[in-house]
Nanobody
């Protein structure tokens, strides 16, 4: 099993920045990728960014150039630095881990609220 605990959400004005953190614990050696998803009210959950164990990062078009995903292997933590925030970035942000060992298994954190005021 893998446990994910997010922190760092909050209320920020448009144009501001926030950094989300996700501490990963448990059987971390089975993880093949980590990511950040978000779900706005009335919308489906969507990927914002993800990063492979090799360090390759991918981003949704809507966040490219503004968000940066990174990981600290020594701290078992994955970060999402969010700059130039917009009201449309308002959502609950979820940390995600995926394992492809045998069959695909997905793990989720409890989510952290990010609210961007205009």
């Amino acid at each position: 099993q893998v446990q994910l605990v997010e922190s760092g959400g909050g209320l920020v004005q448009a144009g501001g920045s926030l950094r989300l953190s996700c501490v990963v614990s448990g059987n971390i050696y089975i993880i093949d990728a980590l990511g950040w998803y978000r779900q706005a009210p009335g919308k489906e959950r969507e990927v914002a960014a993800d990063i492979s164990v090799a360090g390759r990062a991918t981003y949704a078009e809507s966040v490219k150039g503004r968000f940066t995903i990174s990981r600290d292997s020594a701290q078992n933590t994955v970060y999402l630095q969010m700059n130039s925030l917009r009201p449309e970035d308002t959502a609950v942000y979820y940390c995600n881990a995926v394992s492809y060992r045998g069959r695909k298994t997905t793990y989720w954190g409890q989510g952290t609220q990010v609210t961007v005021s205009s």
